[in-house]
């Protein structure tokens, strides 16, 4: 399946409806912070369940109570609906 790479205006407007979500480089990027480790990774594993079920995997990393996350789409070269898509279920779990 084909995945188109968003236009500027597209990707601004992606960005006004997903509130916390900024740009760094060419990826989709938002930090969360937790009360502990425990809620940390157990986000981090909800995330990943979501992920999976739509076969579009975030860059991230964990530290103690961080988490931060980076969304791109590959087989596009930037970014696409299925990032925006994947930022949405993930606020959603918040």
């Known amino acids: 399946m084909a995945?188109?790479?968003?236009s500027p205006a597209e990707i601004k407007k992606g960005l006004e409806a997903h509130p916390?979500?900024?740009l760094d480089?060419?990826?989709l990027y938002r930090k969360f912070v937790f009360e502990d480790f425990t809620r940390a990774f157990?986000?981090?594993t909800q995330v990943a369940l979501l992920a999976?079920?739509?076969?579009?995997h975030p860059?991230?990393?964990?530290?103690w109570n961080r988490v931060e996350i980076h969304l791109t789409?590959?087989?596009a070269g930037g970014l696409s609906d299925l990032d925006f898509r994947l930022a949405?279920?993930?606020d959603s779990l918040l």
Do not use: C, P, Y
């Not at 995945?3 to 968003?6: A, E, F, G, P, R």
């Not at 860059?59 to 530290?63: F, K, P, R, T």
């Open 59 to 63: 860059e991230w990393s964990n530290v």
């Open 52 to 56: 999976e079920a739509m076969n579009h």
């Open 42 to 44: 157990g986000f981090m």
């Open 3 to 6: 995945v188109d790479k968003l």
């Open 88 to 90: 949405g279920r993930i």
């Open 20 to 22: 916390g979500w900024t």
């Open 25 to 27: 480089g060419q990826k």
């Open 73 to 75: 789409t590959h087989d």
